[in-house]
Nanobody, 122 residues
Framework: QVQLVESGGGLVQAGDSLRVSCAAS????????MGWFRQAAGTERAFVAA????????YYADSVKGRFTISRDNAKNTVYLQMNSLKPEDTAVYYC???????????????WGQGIQVTVSS
């Protein structure tokens, strides 16, 4: 069993930066691929970014490529999502997920955090 807890969300203005974190516990973190998804009101949960077990490979949705960076610190059992040049359309609940491989599909992941709100005002 793996527990995931997101932190660092909040309200920012367009153009600002924000970093959200996800702390994992319960199982060897370095064996898990990690991903970030987001869900805006009235929409499906969508892939944002993913990172391989050792951090050597990263993947991004086209909508965030060049603005967001996913990283991980296996010594701290934590994955990060650095979000720069934020836009109002980035407003959503952001979810951390853990699985076997760093895929873009929700069912690639086994464990999910509770989500954290990120709101970008114009």
């Amino acid at each position: 069993q793996v527990q995931l807890v997101e932190s660092g969300g909040g309200l920012v203005q367009a153009g600002d930066s924000l970093r959200v974190s996800c702390a994992a516990s319960g199982r060897s973190f370095s064996w898990l691929a990690m991903g970030w998804f987001r869900q805006a009101a009235g929409t499906e949960r969508a892939f944002v970014a993913a990172i391989s077990r050792n951090g050597g490979s990263t993947y991004y949705a086209d909508s965030v490529k060049g603005r967001f960076t996913i990283s991980r610190d296996n010594a701290k059992n934590t994955v990060y999502l650095q979000m720069n040049s934020l836009k109002p359309e980035d407003t959503a609940v952001y979810y951390c997920a853990a699985g076997v491989s760093p895929g873009e599909r929700r069912y690639d992941y086994i464990y999910w955090g509770q989500g954290i709100q990120v709101t970008v005002s114009s």
